[in-house]
Nanobody, 125 residues
Framework: QVQLVESGGGLVQAGDSLRLSCAAS????????MGWFRQAPGKEREFVSA???????FYTDSVKGRFTISRDNTKNTVYLQMNSLKPDDTAVYYC??????WGTGPPREYEYDYWGQGTQVTVSS
C-alpha cells in the first residue's frame, strides 16, 4: 500500500513563497510519475504540475515561471516550490502517484493511483 503525506502548506501574503513536500512510502518511488493538484473552494480539482521518474516536468499555464516541481528519489519525496504566490493560488494542494509510465505526456487525473490527504495553502492579498 502506498501512502502519500503532504506538508508545507500555510497562510502567506501575496508575493511570498512556500515549498510543499510530499513524502511517499513504497520501494519503487523512483519509477513513479508524481503530480500536484489543487482544489479551491467551490471549484473542481485541477492539475498543477507533474514530474516523471527521470525528471520530465509539466505545468499548467497559470503556474509556469512561478512554480517548480522536483523530486528526491533517495528520500521518496516530491516537492513543489511556489514563488510569487497569488490569492488565486489559494487551495488545498494534493500530491498523487501514478505507478505507471509517463508515456507521451503527464498522466490524466484519473490515471493516478494514489492520493495524499492534502495541505492547505492560503494566500492573502
Amino acid at each position: 500500500q502506498v501512502q502519500l503525506v503532504e506538508s508545507g502548506g500555510g497562510l502567506v501574503q501575496a508575493g511570498d513563497s512556500l515549498r510543499l513536500s510530499c513524502a511517499a512510502s513504497g520501494r519503487t518511488f523512483g519509477t513513479w510519475t508524481m503530480g500536484w493538484f489543487r482544489q479551491a473552494p467551490g471549484k473542481e480539482r485541477e492539475f498543477v504540475s507533474a514530474i516523471s521518474w527521470n525528471g520530465n516536468t509539466f505545468y499548467t499555464d497559470s503556474v509556469k515561471g512561478r512554480f517548480t516541481i522536483s523530486r528526491d528519489n533517495t528520500k521518496n519525496t516530491v516537492y513543489l516550490q511556489m514563488n510569487s504566490l497569488k490569492p488565486d493560488d489559494t487551495a488545498v494542494y494534493y500530491c498523487a502517484a501514478d505507478l505507471g509510465g509517463w508515456g507521451t505526456g503527464p498522466p490524466r487525473e484519473y490515471e493516478y493511483d494514489y492520493w495524499g490527504q492534502g495541505t492547505q495553502v492560503t494566500v492573502s492579498s
